[in-house]
């Protein structure tokens, strides 16, 4: 087995053993863009069962938590590790044209998709324009 030394790796080990606080704190990495009349947001949660991922909208703002169990090796020695677990969050501030009453969410391979549609009222719309000039004077 090959192994390659970090000291500042294992200072943070040490770190979070004695404080019982995460020395580098852990992210949950985010990709978002809008095609079309939806906005997607991609947020990559490997090793997070689906029944641990909660999501909340309040105000406009949408939160995702999810919590990844720490890994337990009965009767053994812990070697490495270096996976953050814990609770993790994220909030994103959801404009006033998207319909956060319509979000939808799909968990597949480690990574949660939220679908989340445009407003009606913010998409562009044409607007009719007609000309007096086509009128003609009635007389009577």
Request: hydrophobic content about 40%; overall charge negative; aromatic content about 6%.
């Amino acid at each position: 087995m090959l192994m390659r030394t970090d000291p500042f790796r294992e200072l943070d080990r040490l770190t979070q053993q004695v404080f019982g606080t995460a020395a580098r704190p852990a992210a949950m990495l985010m990709d978002a863009y809008r095609s079309g009349d939806s906005f997607y947001v991609h947020f990559d949660l490997p090793g997070i069962k689906a029944d641990s991922i909660q999501l909340t909208v309040e105000q406009n703002v949408l939160t995702v938590r999810a919590e990844r169990a720490p890994v337990e090796a009965d009767g053994a020695e812990m070697i490495v590790s270096e996976r953050p677990s814990g609770v993790f969050t994220r909030q994103v501030f959801l404009g006033e044209s998207l319909d956060a009453d319509k979000i939808a969410a799909d968990y597949s391979t480690g990574v949660l998709t939220l679908t989340i549609p445009v407003r009606e009222q913010a998409k562009p719309r044409s607007i009719a324009i007609t000309s007096s000039d086509d009128r003609q004077a009635v007389t009577a």
